[in-house]
């Protein structure tokens, strides 16, 4: 009979079968990220766990939505130094319902100004192309390339 190894590898179980204390240090996390307790101990209180209970585990459980599922692009543009297309770029990203991660703007040069931004894709809604092909047709858009795909 083969033995398993306590190797680290992920699992994914209902949270229904596991112990409560790990769903109450997902809702401590969740608490603290949404600054809803004044500190630490008032999260870890407010979920009814110890502050020991929280540290043991804290970095060995998620959602499966945050570290499964997401979809993240990262794309470059040049964009002509005008007011409103930078902000003409992102309302395209929010109506694609995308989530903005990450956004580096360098300082215009020549009349343009090149930017990073890394994006959270909403399952099904758009793909990485659509994105792409939306945010090159925005007046003032010069070039669009996606950088990298996880």
């Known amino acids: ?21 790990f769903v109450k240090v997902l809702e401590v996390k969740k608490t603290i990220a949404n600054k809803e307790a004044k500190s630490l101990a008032a999260a870890c209180k407010q979920a009814g766990i110890s502050r020991s209970a929280y540290y043991k585990y804290k970095d060995y459980i ?6 499964l599922t997401q979809k993240l692009i990262t794309l470059y543009a040049v964009l002509q130094d005008k007011p409103g297309v930078l902000a003409n770029v992102l309302s395209v990203v929010h109506s694609s319902g995308a989530n903005v991660m ?3 703007q360098n300082i215009p040069v020549d009349g343009v100004a090149s930017i990073t931004i890394t994006l959270k894709l909403n399952s ?3 793909n990485e192309d659509d994105i792409k092909s939306s945010i090159s047709s925005v007046s003032g858009v010069v070039d669009v390339r996606i950088l990298s795909r996880e």
């Open 1 to 21: 009979m083969n033995k398993v190894t306590r190797s680290s590898y992920l699992v994914v179980i209902d949270s229904r079968v596991i112990p409560d204390v």
């Open 62 to 67: 998620f959602l499966y939505d945050e570290k």
């Open 102 to 104: 990450t956004l580096n």
């Open 124 to 126: 099904g809604r758009y």
